[in-house]
């Protein structure tokens, strides 16, 4: 089954097609890093017109790339959310005209589910079942993962979600926009031990998340320094504002594989691609005989491969949608579907 993925959740537009949620025909993203970099974040009506100017382009050159033709989309998947309701929306728009026009079943599919199906490309066998951990500029979530369609949440990030904080630390050391791949990069110069910012780690055995104290930190630290910090500074706030994200993350990924009795842990989401997050998971003395699993970093950012896999998935058990099918904008939200 040949599906065609569309995602426009946030910032980036997306199409795929991807044939029995394995074989990856195409992959075109259109980010929209430039237009949004000089505000410090994505701003939605800013990105909702982008979308629908770039939309059907995507979708066109997705399938050059493939070389198919639209009599060749045997299925559809699109992001329904959670994600900008306005960007969501010029998504679903396009695959319902499509799956209308063509005569083909076609499903909406949980953005954050989405990321979480990105690892079936690479394992063909999965031992089910697994934690997913979630961690992206809008959402840092745990996952529970029964099967692939499966999922249910064990915890979730109660203020910023780390890619946020991250993006807003960034902003405060005047670094620019995103600040996820700038403080990795600095970080990787500085003293992670130099500054003893806080693991904000809830109640015991919480598996919910919070970064706004750490953020809070951060700015209170180099409004004590004053003035216009120097470099050796800055990649020293990075390093350590870096470490005291990673902890969490990996603290919170291991006490869930612990609660539920399992070895797997998979990594999903644009913070996956943090050299020094995925650094820690591969160690074994701070892992203790937990395995992580990370897709590519290409797969890790918001795509639409990831969409048509999970799509495939939903499409397998029989999930369709129809045309009364719309966005929303916050996990919990869902239909129910997947």
Request: a negative charge.
């Amino acid at each position: 089954m040949k599906v065609l993925g569309i995602e426009s959740s946030c910032d980036e537009t997306a199409a795929a097609l991807v044939l029995d949620g394995r074989g990856i025909l195409s992959n075109v993203v259109a980010s929209q890093v430039s237009l949004h970099g000089k505000y410090g974040g994505v701003v939605p009506e800013l990105a909702s017109r982008r979308h629908a100017e770039t939309i059907l382009p995507v979708v066109e050159e997705a399938l050059s790339q493939s070389g198919a033709g639209l009599q060749d989309i045997e299925a559809i998947a699109v992001t329904q959310g959670p994600g900008l309701v306005g960007s969501l929306l010029v998504g679903i728009a396009v695959a319902k005209s499509l799956a209308y026009v063509l005569n083909v079943p076609w499903v909406g599919v949980n953005h954050i589910h989405s990321h979480i199906a990105a690892i079936f490309l690479f394992e063909p066998t999965w031992r089910f079942p697994f934690i997913a951990l979630v961690v992206s500029g809008g959402h840092t979530s745990l996952f529970r993962v029964e099967s692939h369609t499966q999922m249910s949440l064990l915890g979730r990030t109660r203020d910023d979600a780390a890619g946020e904080a991250f993006d807003k630390v960034a902003q405060l050391l005047g670094l620019g926009y995103p600040g996820g791949e700038i403080i990795d990069r600095l970080g990787r110069e500085g003293d992670r031990a130099a500054i003893p910012f806080p693991r904000t780690l809830l109640e015991p055995e919480s598996l919910d998340f919070s970064f706004s104290g750490i953020k809070t930190a951060v700015l209170h630290h180099v409004k004590r320094l004053g003035g216009k910090l120097s470099l050796p500074q800055i990649q020293e706030i990075s390093a350590s504002f870096q470490e005291a994200v990673v902890d969490t993350l990996v603290t919170k990924a291991l006490r869930a594989a612990d609660k539920e009795s399992t070895k797997d842990v998979v990594v999903v989401g644009g913070v996956a691609c943090n050299s020094r997050l995925r650094e820690r998971f591969t160690q074994g003395k701070y892992t203790s005989g937990i395995e992580a699993h990370f897709p590519p970093p290409a797969l890790c950012t918001d795509n639409a491969v990831m969409v048509a896999v999970a799509g495939f998935h939903l499409l397998q058990e029989g999930f369709r949608s129809d045309l009364s099918l719309n966005a929303y904008s916050r996990l919990g939200r869902e239909n129910g579907q997947g």
